[in-house]
């Protein structure tokens, strides 16, 4: 690099105009280090935390569908229904089944009861009381299977309607009336009212790991009432886009300010640093990267000094390394200068 540096200096001076072994007046710059940060506006998306898919049981042809994506429930309000005609007659049936399944039972039970009256008496056999007896139990077990029968089918004339099983929010409608679905066939997307979520896709930026736990100040994109609410998750891996997925946890009635889905502007500020910044006119480069023209104090010529370029800001550029405390640096004039050039503050004595 040194001698690349050298031979840049000796073609510039075998180019140099006459005059050019006088002092060049340059903005020359005193730097040091003074406090920054970095504000980011980030836009994107409120998603809950929690959802899960709302469906039927045993399916069929869906006659209503009342709900709408936003919609609020509580416990046990209705989301659809499907075609009720085949589960209540099979209900009607079943239980018709188990009230024949009853009276059969009552019969075998007063048979059982004459029979070990007649056998105490001595008016019948063992044979007689033992057959009572069997008639008896069948009936039982009939009553009992009629009984799950018509459990099996008051459930599926139940499930005809779906109803919401805690207070949620209806975040997609997937079904329409008339629509044949099948069992577990999702019917709509439900989200539970607790704490929601702003989603965001963060370019993956050298300063990315300080997003977590740094407060995020959340406003709708349309305006509106805020909240703050740190960085809660940053995703592992880069997406396909190059882009970090970021979310911000929002909890308790903070989350009732944002609506699912609704566009949001999260506005981070990372934490307060200590950093040299130099005017965009400083910055050259050589062939190793970027660099800056320093002033040696002894002879007031100048030197290429690499540097680090931290960020760049509406300031100038931040330097991450390179440079000190201290140091001269070449502003305004830095493209006319070569090693080794003798310069001098502008607006000197000429």
Not at 161 to 168: F, N, S, T
Request: glycine content about 10%; overall charge negative.
């Amino acid at each position: 690099m040194r001698q690349g540096i050298c031979a840049l200096g000796a073609l510039l001076l075998a180019a140099a105009p006459a005059g050019a072994d006088q002092p060049l007046p340059v903005e020359i710059l005193r730097v040091g280090a003074e406090s920054a940060e970095t504000t980011y506006t980030l836009t994107g998306t409120i998603e809950a935390v929690d959802d899960y898919p709302a469906s039927f049981r045993d399916g069929g042809r869906i006659v209503e569908v009342a709900v709408e994506a936003g919609d609020e429930l509580d416990r046990n309000d209705v989301i659809a229904r499907v075609d009720a005609t085949a589960a209540e007659a099979r209900l009607r049936s079943a239980a018709a089944a188990l009230r024949s399944a009853e009276a059969a039972l009552v019969q075998a039970r007063q048979a059982r009861d004459r029979a070990t009256r007649l056998l105490d008496e001595g008016n019948t056999t063992q044979s007689d009381l033992d057959a009572a007896v069997q008639d008896y139990l069948s009936a039982r077990s009939d009553r009992d299977a009629a009984r799950a029968r018509r459990a099996v089918a008051t459930r599926a004339a139940e499930d005809t309607v779906l109803r919401a099983i805690e207070p949620a929010i209806v975040t997609h409608r997937s079904a329409e009336p008339g629509q044949v679905m099948a069992a577990g066939q999702t019917v709509v997307t439900l989200a539970n009212r607790g704490p929601r979520e702003a989603v965001f896709q963060v370019p993956d930026i050298p300063e990315l790991g300080a997003f977590l736990g740094s407060p995020v100040r959340l406003v709708p994109l349309e305006g509106g009432p805020g909240t703050s609410a740190p960085v809660s998750e940053l995703a592992p891996v880069v997406g396909s886009n190059g882009t970090v997925e970021t979310k911000v946890r929002i909890d308790g009635e903070a989350a009732r300010l944002f609506a699912i889905g609704q566009p949001v502007v999260g506005i981070v500020t990372l934490a307060r640093q200590t950093a040299i910044t130099v005017p965009w006119t400083a910055l050259t480069a050589t062939a190793d990267g970027p660099a800056v023209w320093t002033v040696d104090a002894a002879d007031s010529r100048v030197r290429l000094a690499p540097v680090e370029i931290g960020a760049y800001t509406d300031r100038g550029i931040r330097i991450a390394a390179g440079l000190a405390e201290g140091d001269a640096v070449v502003g305004a004039g830095s493209q006319y200068l070569f090693p080794g050039r003798e310069v001098r503050p502008l607006g000197g004595d000429e």
